[in-house]
């Protein structure tokens, strides 16, 4: 059964803090995927990253950086926590590019509130 | 322009009825995929239904079908014998292929609708 992990269901965090939300997915998926979802706005994509190491830029990437060291992980930074990111993020991993048929796996969310 | 249109933020259905949410799509890409997705107030995202631009029947998986009108660029869920726990949020999400018009193959997800099953 494929399997997408996140660190925090919920985290608190005060502003100006380093944040790291973790993603683990067992599914040797190459795609992994961080996403913001706010009310109103659906899901908005941060990153994504077609293998280890390699990272792409998606629709909202300011404020935030990855990390992918190994291909089962893929980490989202805040460098610097503002209130403005408050949001919930999900973590989400396919298989593979080429097509249209890969569907996303995702997460349970990580509720991040910065005060 | 947005590329997803759920045009429908809430609705409602009894218990036991069907119900069709909608979604329409705007691509110039010939090979494409739609999804949809329901979202829990756990928060979690379920993939329910894939139709491809190329598919000739309408997608079905179990009471979840898939209404795609290629012309007239919409995909719309439609839900059979609704149950209490098909209360959600609703995703309608659509993947271009690589490449094209500089697309990622990415998903692209609508703003959602929120789904309430009435007892």
Redesign the interface.
Known sequence: DVKVTQSS?YLVKRTGEKVFLECVQDMDHENM?WYRQDP????R?IY?SYDVKMK?K?DIPEGYSVSREKKERFSLILESASTNQTS?Y?C?SSLG?????????????T?LTVT | AQKITQTQPGMFVQEKEAVTLDCTYDTSDPSYGLFWYKQPSSGEMIFLIYQGSYDQQNATEGRYSLNFQKARKSANLVISASQLGDSAMYFCAMREAPGYGGSQGNLIFGKGTKLSVKP
């Open positions: 269901r995927f109103g706005l659906g899901l994509l994504f792409e998606g919930m999900l989400a590019t080429s097509g249209t048929h890969y569907e996303q796996y995702f997460g349970p969310g509720r």
